[in-house]
């Protein structure tokens, strides 16, 4: 393969179908919120609708944050490979600060707004969000409501200081995904190696520093919806969510482009390593969820193993061994071979089960902490399916249209183009 066979000045176009359907999907959203909060007289759906909001802003978000992370282990490992597709990451690094204004939105509704339930036959005014710790008097001494647990909490689960770190979080990554974006820009500009030392020092700082805060952001926007509970391996469980939703989106993406006419260059062994690393993380994801919940399991201390035992009732317990059928077992026995990660097919089907599977397995980390126990086998519910249709939409028209936006799809003066164009395996 030659450089001068392909077009570095090609522009991917966003319009036709996908731009059509996108906003169909953002719409096919908005009037499930809008039936969640305005039209759905069910007991708790105010409640649903919120936490629905929740789960999608969160995912939303670790997709986008999975961009920056993409970029960022790709250049402090001064990989080759992924140049040809870096183009696709770099635009979801760019939706991070959108993303996260949505969910800090959704986060401060949630905390502000104020409904009645039935606890222990009084009623109690809680947020709809967080109320395990953030309603009233749970961390007064004296207080009807007092909680010993949250009172030894309240230092760290306060509304304040909750708010300013989620906003830090988010301004952080925002900022990180930004910097590879405008160095990889100048760099095609300029050329040299100087804006490409600038994406790799960037890269160490942002891998440390991704490592250390996003467990902590998932301690808060996730685990403290059942501040009771704590899992020491919750943070990197997520981290591993978080990393292969994102490496699903990126491979679904490239697919795309490459079925439209776009992206030339990118060969089967591209895709064959997209599926590697897409297979891989789902192991360690599996690895992960595993030690969680067997240890806490074999232990069987109350305080812990209360988590599961919520997630074991009849609502949720076929959905909970679902998640690993989703997420563990279908990239084992699709991606496992060497030509099955190099087919196309193949490929889309375990990305879009991934993204199915992980948006199963933060549904299972926050509805049964937020919605009164149900008698069904089957949970979900209008606004579940109408928000993540509208939030998927939301993400591929942010992204596509910032991908629209760059000036080549490819890197086209980065270091290592060259072997990325020539990349056999």
């Not at 009084?122 to 409501?145: D, F, M, Q, R």
């Not at 900022?175 to 990889?184: E, I, M, Q, T």
């Not at 190696?193 to 020092?201: G, V």
Request: hydrophobic content about 50%.
């Amino acid at each position: 393969m030659s450089t001068h066979h392909h077009n570095f000045d090609e522009r991917f176009e966003f319009s036709g179908s996908a731009k059509t359907w996108s906003l169909i999907a953002i719409l096919v959203g908005i009037v499930g919120i809008l039936f969640g909060f305005l039209i759905d007289k069910g007991e708790s759906a105010a409640q649903r609708t919120f936490s629905d909001l929740l789960l999608m802003g969160y995912f939303f978000t670790t997709v986008c944050v999975g961009g920056v992370f993409f970029c960022a282990y790709q250049y402090a490992s001064q990989s080759g490979w992924s140049v040809a597709i870096l183009r696709v990451p770099q635009a979801f690094a760019r939706v991070v600060p959108i993303a996260g204004i949505i969910l800090l939105a959704i986060i401060g509704l949630g905390l502000v707004t104020q409904h009645t339930i039935i606890e222990n036959g009084k009623s109690i005014s809680v947020p709809y969000l967080y109320a395990h710790w953030a309603t009233h008097g749970l961390a007064t001494p004296g207080s009807e409501n007092f909680d010993k647990v949250i009172y030894g909490k309240s230092g760290y689960l306060n509304v304040p200081f909750f708010l300013i770190r989620i906003a830090f979080y988010i301004t952080a990554y925002s900022v990180v995904g930004w910097l590879l974006a405008k160095y990889s820009a100048a760099e095609d500009q300029l050329g040299g190696m100087l804006n490409y030392k600038k994406s790799f020092n960037a890269s160490i700082v942002a891998l440390v520093f991704i490592h250390f805060t996003f467990p902590m952001f998932a301690y808060d926007a996730v685990m403290s919806l059942e501040a009771h509970w704590f899992s020491t391996m919750f943070g990197w469980y997520n981290v591993a969510g978080m990393h292969v939703s994102g490496l699903a989106a990126i491979t679904l993406i490239v697919v795309y482009l490459k079925e439209k006419g776009y992206m030339s260059w990118v060969n089967e062994n591209h895709l064959q390593d997209l599926g590697k690393v897409m297979f891989g993380f789902s192991i360690f994801w599996t690895y992960v969820w595993f030690g969680q919940f067997f240890l806490q399991w074999y232990a069987n201390m109350p305080e812990e193993s209360v988590y599961f035992f919520k997630r074991w009732e009849p609502e949720y317990k076929w959905w909970f061994w679902l998640n690993v059928v989703l997420n563990f077992c279908a990239p084992v026995l699709m991606l496992m071979s060497r030509d099955a990660k190099r087919l196309t097919g193949r490929l889309k089907l375990t990305a879009g089960l991934l993204i199915i599977g992980h948006w199963l397995d933060w549904y299972l980390q926050i509805m049964p902490g937020t919605m009164p126990p149900r008698d069904s086998w089957f949970p979900f519910g209008l606004t579940d399916v109408l928000i993540f249709i509208g939030f998927g939409g939301l993400f591929v028209f942010l992204s596509l249209t910032v991908l629209s936006k760059s000036k080549s799809l490819i890197p086209s003066k980065h270091p290592f183009v060259e072997e990325s164009l020539h990349h056999h395996q």
